[in-house]
């Protein structure tokens, strides 16, 4: 019992002084943080500021803060790159006015010419609380040395040192603060893309199977790849530049008929979610003019955005020859017109061979199988679904190759017929595409040597 007593007592001793360094700790931080708002030239935070207005060599810029992000209210009314705005914010109003920061307590005119702020050419105004009280920071020249630049706070006659950032986040076109966007909307949320381009169309979508396919001008599978990539440029890129907010005729900047354009739809959407329309070329600006066909204003954006978008569908078709999960894969077959081979997936998860004799059979070399026919790519489509089979070698094909997977009715199915007639590839029909296509005739090999 004494021992618990006394182990008791410092328990109790051992949490009072926890508490009493917590409380010394917390009062530090407290003081920390009042020494630092007592230092601060502007008495608020970024987050406090509703109004940022730039003035620079005759020139406003009006940004204002609200619900949906920051907006540009002068010289235009338009939508603000909120991440710019806060990021000038960040520096303006990092500015000190202790000791350490105050240049000059009552300057000169002298003084002042020196510092650049005799006809000061930048000036900015931050607006905060329901008044909008306005704080008015006036920038001089910057220093020559040390990363930072003199200003006065409109009211007092003092010049202060304040980062050289700050003045030049001040400093900044309507271009920096402007949101430069093209496309907000996610690739992955998009089921359909029509692209126009030299008055040539072509449509994909993506239907409930999660498979993109081509529409028009043919029908087939899509390269995924490419479509994603392609809105994703769009959607990641940023306007090169303004070019003319109410332009009095599109034609010349050849918007006007539209010959290139890239529609894109949300999932649901009826009419198209975004279209982009693309002009003429500015040679030396190395861009392409452009405008949405929501929004009045006419663009720049880069060349190698328009060279993406492919001319012909042919460009956008699926290039892989089979579309299969690996580890689904439960049963393969191999026809040749004199025998058959057929390995499966037991219950255990092994393979056997069940033709042309049962026998067990090696996982690896099925993986290595089914890795190798995945990275054969179509060189060529020559013909859409079963006409001329025989002109190809395909009406009696030399090798059918059917692959199953689990939950599905129908196999996987490729034909191997003959080699072209310029030796640069066999022919094959491929189930998937439904075409006669030119692959490698290096499959023949592949099919031979994994099963003999």
């Not at 992000?69 to 705005?85: N, Y």
């Not at 599109?250 to 009419?271: H, Q």
Request: net charge neutral.
């Amino acid at each position: 019992m004494k021992y618990f007593k006394k182990t008791f007592l410092w328990i109790i001793i051992l949490a009072g002084l926890a508490g009493y360094f917590y409380l010394d700790v917390e009062t530090t931080k407290k003081k920390e943080i009042e020494k630092e708002e007592a230092t601060r030239l502007l008495p608020f935070k970024p987050s406090e500021v509703l109004e940022l207005e730039v003035k620079k060599e005759g020139s406003i810029i009006l940004l204002q803060r609200w619900e949906d992000g920051w907006r540009v209210e002068k010289p235009i009314k338009a939508k603000a790159d909120s991440k710019a705005v806060e990021k000038a914010l960040g520096y303006i109003t990092q500015s000190r006015n202790d000791a350490e920061y105050v240049m000059d307590e009552n300057p000169t005119q002298e003084r002042l010419a020196e510092f650049g702020l005799i006809k000061p050419q930048l000036e900015v105004t931050l607006r905060v609380g329901k008044e909008l009280t306005p704080y008015t920071l006036i920038f001089g020249e910057r220093a020559p040395t040390k990363g930072v630049a003199f200003a006065i706070l409109k009211g007092s006659p003092k010049v202060y040192r304040v980062l050289a950032d700050a003045r030049a986040e001040a400093d900044q076109s309507l271009y920096y603060f402007r949101d430069k966007t093209i496309f907000k909307t996610e690739p992955n949320m998009v089921d359909k893309v029509e692209i126009l381009k030299d008055n040539k169309k072509i449509k994909c979508e993506l239907p409930m199977e999660g498979k993109w396919n081509i529409i028009s001008p043919i029908k087939g599978r899509a390269d995924m790849i490419k479509i994603i990539e392609i809105v994703s440029k769009f959607k990641d890129s940023e306007i090169k530049e303004f070019i003319d907010e109410e332009p009095k005729d599109l034609k010349a900047y050849g918007l006007y008929p539209v010959k290139t354009k890239l529609s894109i739809w949300l999932s649901g959407d009826e009419s198209p979610t975004e279209t982009v329309f693309i002009g003429d070329r500015d040679k030396k600006k190395r861009g392409y003019f452009a405008k949405l066909e929501k929004k009045d204003n006419v663009f720049l954006i880069e060349e190698n955005m328009v060279d993406l978008l492919p001319v012909d569908a042919e460009e956008l078709r699926e290039r892989s020859i089979l579309f299969f999960e690996e580890e689904k894969v439960n049963k393969i077959e191999i026809k040749y017109p004199d025998r058959e081979i057929v390995v499966a997936k037991t219950p255990e998860f092994e393979w056997k061979t069940l033709k042309p004799r049962e026998s067990e059979f090696d996982f690896n070399i099925v993986k290595e199988f089914l890795k190798n026919i995945r990275e054969f790519k179509i060189k060529e489509f020559v013909s859409e679904g079963h006409e001329g089979l025989k002109t190809y070698g395909l009406d009696r094909p030399a090798i059918k190759l059917l692959i199953w997977e689990e939950g599905n009715k129908t196999p996987h199915e490729l034909n191997i017929g003959s080699i072209s007639g310029k030796g640069d590839g066999i022919y094959v029909w491929t189930g998937e595409q439904d075409s006669v296509v030119l692959i490698d005739e290096k499959i023949k090999g592949v099919v031979k040597e994994s099963f003999i």
